[in-house]
């Protein structure tokens, strides 16, 4: 079993910075990959962004490229979404997620993630 708490969400302008922060605690594996997804309401829940615990690889939807970065704490369980340039679009509830192992084409399946978090809102206003 894992948990995970985010945090970090909030009322921001476009153009400005967040940093969204995921706290895994429970039995989390070297071999682990953390995701973030972000949904808006009567949308599905849409990949972000990736990395592995181990080795640090990452992915990301093509949508944030270059504006999030994704890293990780390994000392403190943290998993964390730098997100700059923010835009209006970027306005959803995020959630960060855990899945077993890397498998680069499948890495943004929804269904291949076996725990969530209760997510945090991210709003911009434009």
């Known amino acids: 079993q894992v948990q995970l708490v985010e945090s970090g969400g909030g009322l921001v302008q476009a153009g400005d910075s967040l940093r969204l922060s995921c706290a895994a605690s429970g039995s ?6 953390m995701g973030w997804f972000r949904q808006v309401p009567g949308k599905g829940r849409e990949f972000v962004a990736a990395i592995r615990w181990r080795g640090g690889s990452t992915s990301y939807a093509d949508s944030v490229k270059g504006r999030f970065t994704i890293s990780r704490d390994n000392a403190k369980n943290t998993v964390y979404l730098q997100m700059n340039s ?9 959630y960060c997620a855990v899945r077993r192992s890397w498998v680069t084409a499948t890495i943004h399946w929804l269904s291949e993630y076996e725990y969530w978090g209760q997510g945090t809102q991210v709003t911009v206003s434009s």
């Open 28 to 33: 989390v594996f070297s071999s682990y990959v």
């Open 86 to 94: 923010l835009k209006f679009e970027d306005t959803a509830v995020y």
